[in-house]
């Protein structure tokens, strides 16, 4: 479970400081699917880099699984980015040297727990991605949407408590941002990751079964969250 509270981000201070987060409270739970929605500018992407451990709130607090992030030190959120945390970012974040395979072998290969059984897992799951005949490929030989498919793939491989991904589908054509949306559906309702999304787009927002629209860095409405139903 994730719980974020009274949570401010402002860059700068004084009066020239833009606060990008404001007074943000918020609670997902395990499994859920949350889309964060907003026009550009409106903190989405400064919210995301919280929950992912990248940045630290100015004020307020946000712990992943009883963890609060903001008393850990440096070393300890890169830890704990290794250990409990997935991303995908706009544009495939995949290592260009690395096959399909190996990337999505990566995380669980830091972390010391590559088995057999984890390396079947994964070899499945890119399988069920529809890229089961590239994994060997490279990254460079594969198109923009096989490319976030592997992303996602990659950030899933490792079971993390919270996938982050940070407008996933910007860069891609209606056609291959539907595919990537559904396989983060799918994973999200069959392997039970917690995943939280950003967007600006419609279509990808209507996918969310929770959606937290913000507005000039605050949240301006919360519908479908599993505590409602
Ligand atoms: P979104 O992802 O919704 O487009 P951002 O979180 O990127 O929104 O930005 C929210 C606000 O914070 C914007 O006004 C943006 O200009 C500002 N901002 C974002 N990052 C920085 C930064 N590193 N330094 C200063 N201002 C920033
Ligand atoms: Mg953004």
């Known amino acids: 479970m994730i719980t974020i509270s009274r949570l401010e981000k402002s860059y700068g201070s004084g009066p020239g400081a833009v606060r990008a987060n404001r007074r943000i409270s918020l609670t997902i739970d395990d499994g859920e699917f949350v ?3 907003g026009p550009s500018g409106s903190g989405k992407t400064t919210l995301l880099n919280m929950l992912g451990a990248l ?29 409990h945390l997935g991303f995908v970012f706009q544009r495939s974040n995949l290592v260009s040297s690395l096959t399909v395979m ?8 830091l972390q010391g727990r590559l088995t ?22 490279l990254p ?18 490792s ?24 396989v983060m559906r799918a994973l999200n309702y069959e392997l039970g990751t ?16 929770r959606i937290v629209r913000l507005t000039d860095g605050r949240v301006v409405s919360d519908t479908g969250s599993t505590r409602e139903r």
Request: charged fraction near 30%; charge should be neutral; aromatic fraction near 2%.
């Open 35 to 37: 889309v964060f929605a």
């Open 55 to 83: 940045d630290s709130p100015t004020s307020g607090s946000l712990t992943i699984n009883g963890n609060d992030l903001t008393v850990m030190s440096p070393r300890e959120l890169s830890r704990f980015r290794r250990d």
């Open 102 to 109: 190996d990337n999505a072998l990566l995380q669980l290969r």
């Open 116 to 137: 057999d059984s984890s390396r079947r897992a994964v070899a499945e799951l890119i399988d069920r991605v529809g890229l089961g005949d590239k994994k060997t490929r």
């Open 140 to 157: 460079r030989d594969l198109s923009g949407g096989e490319q976030q498919r592997a992303a996602i793939i990659r950030a899933v491989a």
């Open 159 to 182: 079971a993390p408590a919270l996938v982050v991904a940070d407008e996933p589908t910007a860069s891609l054509d209606a056609e291959n941002a539907a595919g990537v949306l559904n």
């Open 194 to 209: 917690t995943i939280v999304v950003s967007s600006h787009d419609e279509r990808v927002i209507r996918v969310g079964r």
